[in-house]
């Protein structure tokens, strides 16, 4: 070291350091302060020296450049952030699922290399490739499984908060620490402006590399990054900045130190202070969001989710490691823990979707930051309009009115976990001799029941049609699994019991489509089942005991006064009642006392008119589930007398044009899917409907029928049947004809009857 007399500045004895610096702010004599501070000086008195060193001060690491560019986007304060873009660009990362399109990248690569080289035309090979490859990778992301969205929610060049904050903001300013000794670079806040604007922003930040990564602790904060936030929330609450949060992290830093420090303190806390800042919040899910560790800066007034986010509790691997004791059960844990953005949407947990383009947010960053920012502005234009209160209560009500209720539902006492579901037991199979002599021992109770007066046992009845109703089930699954059609019948049992629990109605429409697809199937293949005879026949005996129950079920004395009130009013219907009366005053002009003394004619008419009567009472006993023997005679012979073959075959043309006209309306697709949500409903409603099915039900068949009254009046079907029944009633010389029985194949457009469909297969 050099003493102070070899300095190039000599100071006096009689002037101190601090005195001389004071004189001047330029310099000393000419010299620059910056020169004083570099230099070793010492003030010389009697009989010692002072002797001073300046040392070079540690540089710190602050990223600011040499030469600021004062113009830069988002202002000159933008240069102390630490996240720069980065200087390589990162590696391409193919997902197992998107690798069969690298076949056609690779043909496009290869087209494109060859046209440099040989200097050819290759646009149209090229373009078609492209489209191809647009095309495949449209059905690939638009038919995506809840784990191919989770494992693009993870994709190592998913746009970080930071990406989308630079994007959308005109300038940001990041702050740091949480006042109480440390920053957690996991958690990111900071002032920025949209559109003139200010927010305060925060999320979590996950790294672009492994570098980044372990510097940001892989997104995973700590009570510091949280206490960060708390601290950002509160000022953001004491100036009136509305408060945007991104969420992308697995869940909160769970190791040793971070629960000493009070992990689940901290994200307590700012669950409870979210509820009470004056402020709008607005929460994005960029990535994943897991557990606390997510939810601690997302208790908002609106949660919105890119296209292909998750928020979830658990892991989809946790949650298989818990339940199947696996992690390779994780697409299934994934999909039973409805984690997707449409799913929690459907499930009011979020508010809305915010699209993502073709191949997920890392295929186009800033076009997905621009959706980001429409969506936060058009939320923020909704939230700023409200009241302090009614911003709270909205808060509170959005968490309050999560989740889902049900009532009346037996719990079972002891629910077991984990535990082979018990399978039902296997009916054995009725030989059918056997089962065919109970069934005619119980006819035979019902005729002597009948016959005696006496009510017949419900019991027994009941019982046999249970009986009948299994074997037949029975019957049917055998079919199934003789036809291979068992394992897709047990799929769509499944997908209808997800169905009864979705309001989509795309999804009823689809799976209703697939049943009738398996139905006919099943149907066209059904007589050539091993079983087809047993199967029938059996159906047939249920028809018959059904049939005698009904007909037990009428008591003797109701259904005598039933018929009686049936043929007063037959006997009282005017075209009757004036043929009978027509007879009786030509009988009494002839003054002949006894039929032998009649003539052929008179006898003639009274025949004819006492076989109409007969074939009227027959029908009305047909309505009261009565078998007549002779009506079919009854019937030809009054079939036998209508004289021209030409009116038979014109009967014939109308009653095709008639099955013709309701084939088509019934096969038209509007109405098709009518008929088809009548059969889900059935299905729904099972044995015992509840009201709301019943009137779905009755809407539903009013509408059937109000179609086909109305395509029948298009037809004018009408108008040829009674043109075609006076031509009937002119050639048999009698003005009621076959207009009784052949109204009978014409229904009345009026009162329309469609009988609802018959269900073979479900």
């Known amino acids: 070291m050099a003493s102070m007399s070899h300095s190039p500045v000599a100071l006096s004895g009689s002037s101190t350091a601090s005195d001389l610096l004071r004189s001047s702010s330029s310099g000393l004599s000419g010299v620059p302060l910056k020169t004083l501070g570099r230099a070793r000086f010492g003030a010389r008195r009697k009989d010692f020296t002072v002797s001073a060193k300046i040392g070079k001060a540690k540089k710190h690491d602050y990223p600011w450049p040499a030469d600021p560019d004062p113009n ?45 080289e040989t200097g050819l035309d290759f646009s149209d090979q090229i373009i078609s490739l492209e489209n191809k490859y647009q095309q495949a990778l449209k059905d690939l992301y638009t038919h995506l499984t809840p784990i191919q969205r989770v494992n693009i929610a993870r994709h190592p060049n998913r746009p970080t908060f930071l990406d989308h904050v630079f994007n959308i903001t005109d300038k940001f300013v990041e702050l740091h620490g949480d006042r109480a000794g440390y920053n957690d670079p996991a958690v990111v806040t900071g002032i920025g402006t949209i559109d003139g604007r200010r927010y305060m922003f925060m ?25 960060k936030a708390l601290r950002m929330m509160r000022y953001a609450d004491h100036h009136g900045f509305p408060i945007i949060t991104f969420i992308d992290t697995p869940g909160a830093y769970a190791d040793l130190k971070s629960e000493e420090l009070g992990q689940g303190e901290a994200i307590a806390h700012n669950l409870r202070t979210m509820f009470g800042l004056k402020v709008p919040i607005v929460s994005i899910v960029i990535g994943e969001g897991g557990s606390g560790g997510a939810l601690a800066i997302g208790c908002a007034n609106k949660l919105l989710m890119l296209e292909n986010a998750v928020f979830y509790v658990a892991s989809p691997e946790a949650c298989a490691a818990i339940l199947w004791k696996t992690a390779s059960a994780a697409p299934k844990a994934a999909e039973k823990l409805r984690i997707t953005a449409g799913e929690l949407c459907r499930l009011q947990v979020a508010d809305g ?39 709270l209560k909205h808060r509170m009500l959005k968490f309050r009115n999560i989740g889902g209720f049900q009532e009346g539902i037996p719990v079972d006492s002891e629910r077991k976990v984990n535990m082979k579901k018990r399978e039902e037991p296997i ?23 009948n016959k005696s007066d006496t009510e017949l046992s419900e019991s027994g009845l009941n019982e046999m049609i249970e009986k009948l109703q299994n074997e037949i089930e029975h019957e049917y699954f055998e079919a199934l699994q003789t036809m291979g059609l068992k394992d897709r019948f047990v799929m769509l049992q499944e997908e209808f019991a997800k169905a009864r629990t979705s309001q989509d109605e795309l999804l009823h429409a689809a799976l209703a489509d697939k049943i009738a697809k398996l139905k006919d199937e099943f149907n066209q293949g059904l007589p050539e089942a091993p079983n087809y005879p047993s199967l029938m026949n059996k159906r047939e005996m249920l028809y018959e005991i059904i049939k005698a129950k009904i007909i037990s079920e009428k008591n003797t004395a109701t259904l005598k006064q039933e018929i009686n009130k049936r043929f007063k009013e037959v006997m009282g219907r005017p075209d009757l009642k004036e043929k ?42 047909k309505s009261l589930g009565l078998d007549v023997a002779g009506v079919g005679s009854i019937a030809m012979d009054l079939i036998q007398e209508t004289p021209a073959p030409d009116v038979m075959s014109k009967i014939a043309e109308l009653n095709e044009e008639i ?13 098709k899917n009518k008929i088809e949500l009548v059969r889900l409903e059935l299905i729904k409603a099972g044995q015992t409907p509840d009201l709301e099915s019943i009137d779905k039900i009755k809407a539903l068949d009013q509408e059937i029928r109000q179609t086909i009254a109305e395509a029948m009046n298009s037809l004018e079907l009408l108008e040829k049947f009674e043109k075609l029944n006076a031509e009937i009633a002119e050639s048999a010389g009698s003005s009621g004809g076959l207009n009784e029985n052949f109204s009978q194949e014409i229904p009345k457009v009026n009162s329309f009857e469609c009988a609802r469909p018959e269900t073979e297969l479900i």
């Open 659 to 671: 099955n013709r006209g309701i084939e088509d309306v019934v096969r038209s697709s509007d109405l």
């Open 72 to 116: 830069v986007k988002g202002g000159i304060l933008t240069h102390l952030s630490y996240f720069k873009p980065l200087k390589d660009k990162p590696k391409q990362v193919t997902l197992d699922f998107e690798k069969p399109l690298l076949g056609l990248q690779k043909k496009i690569v290869d087209v494109q290399r060859m046209a440099n």
């Open 353 to 391: 979707i915010i699209p993502e383009p073709l191949g997920g947010a890392h295929a186009d960053p800033t076009w997905t930051s621009q959706q980001i920012k429409i969506a936060v502005v058009d939320a923020m234009d909704e939230l700023t309009k409200m009241e302090t209160q009614e911003l």
């Open 203 to 227: 999320g979590h930040q996950k790294g672009r590399n492994t570098k980044e990564n372990v510097q940001r602790n892989f997104g995973m904060p700590t009570p510091h990054g949280y206490r």
């Open 580 to 621: 009978i009366d027509a007879l009786k005053a030509e009988m009494e002009t002839s003054e002949i006392s006894t039929i032998e003394g009649l003539d052929d004619e008179l006898k003639e008419k009274i025949l004819k008119v006492k076989q109409e009567i007969e074939f009227e009472m027959a029908e009305v006993l």
């Open 427 to 449: 009916v054995d199979k009725t030989p059918a001799v056997e089962l065919e002599d109970e069934v005619e021992k119980l006819r035979q109770q019902i005729f002597n029941a």
